[in-house]
Nanobody, 116 residues
Framework: QVQLVESGGGLVQPGGSLRLSCAAS????????MRWYRRAPGKQREFVAY????????NYEESVKGRFTISRDNVKNTVFLQMDSLQSEDTAVYYC?????????WGRGTEVTVSS
């Protein structure tokens, strides 16, 4: 059974940083395409970043380029999203998704609030 558990969210001031984690079980993050999405209040869920396998190719939604970094630790079987220079527009629930041959799997999300 695939499980993804996000953590690391919280309240941060504008300009601050957070590091989100997505701990996986039942799937190897090193063998999956791992993505982060977010859903802001009153908006639809949107893509944030992905990291492929093999090759570690990454891609980002335009508004987070240069501020967010996706990475993974295959030993810890965890994917990370380092978020720097946070803005109020980054306030959202952040979800990770694993894509493997058997399908796509989602975590339940972690909430990020950027506010002074």
């Amino acid at each position: 059974q695939v499980q993804l558990v996000e953590s690391g969210g919280g309240l941060v001031q504008p300009g601050g940083s957070l590091r989100l984690s997505c701990a996986a079980s039942g799937v190897s993050v090193g063998g999956a395409v791992m993505r982060w999405y977010r859903r802001a209040p009153g908006k639809q869920r949107e893509f944030v970043a992905y990291i492929t396998t093999p090759g570690e190719t990454t891609n980002y939604e335009e508004s987070v380029k240069g501020r967010f970094t996706i990475s993974r630790d295959n030993v810890k079987n965890t994917v990370f999203l380092q978020m720097d220079s946070l803005q109020s527009e980054d306030t959202a629930v952040y979800y990770c998704r694993a894509s493997i041959a058997s399908g796509n799997y989602w975590g339940r999300g972690t909430e990020v609030t950027v506010s002074s």
